[in-house]
């Protein structure tokens, strides 16, 4: 079967540095997605992710190794707006989108 | 630009009846998708349009059904719902391209079936 692991909950201070782990077992690989998702909103599209390194966009980045089937996300300098759930995804061989079940972030003062 | 739009916000629903979904982009993106969203569950594919004209099943199609007769609307309809249908549901887009073909959200229909 394919499954998409990330923690489930985790916890941060305002101004520190946050790494959120996802794991995949998927059939086939064709890139990889991490979103953002305040509660009561939509996801929102933060990265993507197909060749092995690391993608930096501003406080952001995200990390990729294929031969591992591992990613993180990286949130340095984190803000009170950053407390979301953040959500992994892998396109699979059939060229759909594979989630996991998010990340609850909880940043406190 | 609206980007894409869902209607209703929120539906409150009897069992057996039967109720359309609404979703309508102006991005003239050629593929569309419907997802749930489930506490404790990944977002799953119930159904998918990579063109107008087509429509594919996903991972959770039973008791759903879509059409796709333009490039902008793609309805999915419950035909008697079910309270194993209480969810929140997600209306999405992409170009359809090769490469990255990220896809965009609506903001969601929550919807509760008694």
Request: charge should be neutral; aromatic fraction near 10%.
């Amino acid at each position: 079967g394919q499954n998409i692991d990330q923690p489930t909950e985790m916890t941060a201070t305002e101004g520190a540095i946050v790494q959120i782990n996802c794991t995949y077992q998927t059939s086939g690989f064709n890139g990889l997605f991490w979103y953002q998702q305040h509660a009561g909103e939509a996801p929102t599209f933060l990265s993507y992710n197909v060749l092995d390194g690391l993608e930096e966009k501003g406080r952001f980045s995200s990390f990729l190794s294929r031969s591992k089937g591992y990613s993180y996300l990286l949130l340095k300098e984190l803000q009170m707006k950053d407390s979301a759930s953040y959500l992994c995804a892998v396109r699979d061989d059939n060229y759909q989108l594979i989630w996991g079940a998010g990340t609850k972030l909880i940043i406190k003062p | 630009t609206a980007g894409i739009t869902q209607a209703p916000t929120s539906q409150i629903l009897a069992a057996g009846r039967s109720m359309t979904l609404r979703c309508t982009q102006d991005m003239r993106h050629n593929a569309m998708y419907w997802y749930r969203q489930d506490l404790g569950l990944g977002l799953r594919l119930i159904h998918y349009s990579n063109t107008a004209g087509t429509t594919g099943k996903g991972e959770v199609p039973d008791g759903y059904s879509v059409s796709r007769a333009n490039t902008d609307d793609f309805p999915l309809t419950l035909a008697s719902a079910v309270p194993s249908q209480t969810s929140v549901y997600f209306c999405a887009s992409s170009t359809g391209t090769s490469g990255e073909d990220t896809q965009y959200f609506g903001p969601g229909t929550r919807l509760t079936v008694l």
